[in-house]
């Protein structure tokens, strides 16, 4: 699946932060595109409208047919999740997950040959430093378990039907499109508002941080290959500190609010430095660059 092959792409989540993003990355790159979404009228917004096929539905109500249609194609980047930003919500794992793998599950049975399916930084849970695919997963969030618990399903199903199975873990991003409750939303809110001051934890932790339309440039690069499978971190392999994060914003925003730091406890379901460790991915894109 690459520029030299259009494919016949499916996409899940399409009209979701990251999705909105990846749609658009596989249309510049000539690829067919297929996105499953429950509310036609969202889809109808996005800045791909007309140029993407959009199949209305949901995952938990498709026909045999839809599921048949749906399978049929080329690769599937099944990026659809629903309950976020509640990550330690338990139906996370009660509701959300079961309807997933089902889902996913029918598509393997029906045929499907490629599957793209997008994990988070939070199944690694308290680990510190530069975290490798390798690193054996303990999460300690219900968000985290249920994505943790979905991956050890669909890679025995996967491998005994020979499907192509990724796993693109994802960790931080900001731009067009994210939450309303996002860090960097609220500072923007607080800009515009002419706040004098802005709320925040003491800042000092260490993520991994990436623009959206970059992660999902990733996502799309990771799809276009088959010759590395398995579990990918998607992300830019660099710890970038919180304050530093909102300070770089303040300067392209040309806003001198002052950071009131320390407001907010540090969340107690991340560790305090952790980032990606990027050795796979670079193994995937820097043969294509």
């Not at 001198?256 to 969340?267: C, D, E, M, S, T």
């Not at 991340?270 to 991915?281: V, Y």
């Amino acid at each position: 699946m690459n520029a030299a092959n259009p494919c016949r792409v499916l996409v899940t989540g399409a009209t979701g932060f990251v999705g909105r993003h990846v749609v658009e990355a596989l249309l510049r790159r000539g690829h067919t595109v297929t996105v499953l979404c429950r509310d036609a009228a969202k889809a109808a917004a996005m800045p791909w409208a007309g140029r993407a096929e959009v199949v209305p539905g949901d995952i938990a109500s498709l026909t045999p047919a839809q599921l048949d249609r749906l399978a049929a194609h080329d690769c599937i980047l099944h990026l659809a999740w629903e309950g976020l930003p509640d990550y330690k919500a338990e139906t996370q794992v009660t509701e959300v997950l079961p309807r997933h793998l089902a889902f996913l599950t029918e598509l393997v049975a029906r045929g499907a040959r490629h599957l793209l399916v997008t994990g988070t930084c939070l199944e690694y849970g308290l680990q510190e430093g530069a975290l490798a695919e390798d690193r054996p997963c303990a999460p300690v969030t219900a968000y985290g378990r249920a994505k943790d618990a979905l991956r050890r399903a669909l890679e025995p199903l996967c491998a005994a039907r020979g499907v192509v199975l990724q796993w693109a873990r994802l960790f931080y991003m900001h731009g067009p499109g994210q939450s309303e409750k996002s860090l960097l939303s609220q500072l923007d809110r607080a800009i515009s508002v002419g706040a004098e001051s802005f709320n925040m934890s003491g800042g000092e932790q260490l993520r991994d941080y990436l623009p959206v339309a970059e992660a999902a440039d990733l996502l799309v690069r990771v799809a276009g290959q088959t010759r590395v499978s398995g579990i990918v971190n998607c992300a830019s392999g660099r710890p970038v500190s919180v304050r530093a994060l909102v300070e770089e914003r303040l300067r392209e925003r040309g806003a001198k609010l002052a950071l009131n730091l320390g407001h907010y406890p540090y969340p107690d379901y991340e560790p305090m430095g952790f980032w990606a460790d990027t050795t796979k991915l670079k193994g995937i894109i820097e043969p294509d660059e």
